[in-house]
């Protein structure tokens, strides 16, 4: 029974120890692709296991970025062999898009208005008035009664004159 | 075969590489301290600033203190050469480079070249230069990394901190985590192409590599 027990343990034991060692040459395995470059057996998943691996990892701040140097190479001629061209999506130019733009649009100036200690009174107000307008053309839109092309020219006439008003008060004090 | 040279526009590059750094970093600890605390203030053991100017440096900086970034001596006026944390009142338990995005960006890179420079190097672009060279800025960040915004050179209004790169979809990306208005996972791109809808196209950003 004894020496059942003993076979037993050894065999865990070296089954632990298999486990490791593949483990470990996979890691490598994955390094030595990117090293040489061969991206056609390289996948992203690689990649990104590549990389959480390396940011757990105790290398020198000099090995780190000679790593992650190779490990960005890799992933930019993948992606460009992948997707050559690249894949901008295209705003799509529908009324529910402009709603989500201007809704966007209000949380970038209400956290500015909010937090931006670097911009004087007189931007922070007419930050307040474009978030009013842009509140006021965002219930408009939702109704949908007009066009898109209608309720954008609205929206870039609102920003266009933002824009002007902004460049002209922020070195005002 | 993919060259990968880039004819950058930048302000201004400033490698601060030949100070040692006396730090090191580990970047997933940062990352974790990101997950566990970017919609759940560790009010445990800081201050929340958000009612005070916001709490986005203050965050930074406990990501970079989460990573292994160690505390500068304390003394009762600390100037942009001190950064640590022991209690929410300025002076000898906080220094003003823990929470304010200008002094932050003093302490670890400079403001027109003062600055403990404690970081390894800033990149500054104006905001349309960042976004024309985004993938040079995907090449060069790490998590961890700090990316700061300024409607000037002389100041900082914003603090983020890169919590991911985009690996396998084009165009790049960077994913940045903040306090104050909470994202794990903000689009950098987006903010940026923000900034320049909103007539901050010749205004600035600042890629700071931490380590």
């Known amino acids: 029974m004894k020496k059942i027990y003993v076979i037993l343990a050894i065999f865990l034991i070296c089954g632990i120890g298999l486990s490791i060692g593949v483990y470990a040459l996979q890691g490598e395995n994955i390094w030595s692709k990117i090293y040489s470059k061969d991206i056609d057996n390289i996948t992203f998943d690689d990649l990104k296991a590549a990389r959480d691996e390396l940011n757990k990892s105790n290398l020198s701040r000099e090995e780190f970025e000679e790593r992650e140097k190779k490990l960005k190479e890799a992933i930019m001629e993948k992606e460009e062999k992948e997707f050559p061209e690249i894949s901008v999506s295209e705003v799509k130019q529908d009324v529910d898009t402009l709603i989500e733009k201007i809704k966007s649009d209000i949380s970038f100036f209400e956290e500015s208005i909010k937090y931006d200690q670097t911009i004087n009174e007189k931007v922070r107000e007419r930050q307040k008035i474009h978030v009013d307008n842009l509140k006021k053309l965002l219930s408009e839109v939702e109704t949908k009664e007009k066009s898109y092309e209608e309720y954008f020219s609205e929206y870039e006439n609102l920003r266009l004159k933002y824009v002007v008003d902004y460049q002209k008060l922020r070195n005002e004090n | ?211």
């Open chain 2, 1 to 211: 075969m993919l060259i990968l040279v880039f004819a950058i526009t930048v302000v201004s590059y400033a490698d601060f590489s030949g100070n040692t750094t006396d730090y090191t970093f580990d970047r997933s600890k940062a990352k974790e301290y990101m997950e566990k605390y970017w919609n759940n203030y560790n009010i445990k053991d800081y201050a929340d600033f958000t009612a005070y100017g916001g709490d986005c440096t203050n965050f930074a900086s406990q990501v970079l203190r989460a990573g292994g970034v160690s505390f500068t001596s304390r003394t009762t006026n600390p100037t942009y050469n001190h950064w640590y944390y022991y209690g929410p009142n300025w002076g000898y338990d906080r220094t003003a480079t823990w929470t304010g995005a200008t002094e932050f960006r003093q302490h670890f890179g400079d403001i027109k070249g003062t600055g403990k420079k404690r970081a390894v190097s800033m990149y500054t672009f104006t905001v349309s230069e960042a976004l024309e060279n985004f993938d040079f800025i995907w090449l060069r960040v790490s998590e961890g990394d700090i990316i700061s915004h300024g409607h000037d050179l002389n100041s900082s209004y914003h603090t983020q901190i890169v919590y991911d790169y985009t690996i396998g979809a084009r165009p790049r990306d960077i994913k940045v985590a903040q306090h104050t208005a909470n994202y794990l996972d903000r689009s950098l791109r987006e903010y940026l192409e923000q900034r320049v809808n909103a007539g901050q196209g010749n205004e600035y950003v600042f890629l700071i590599e931490v380590w």
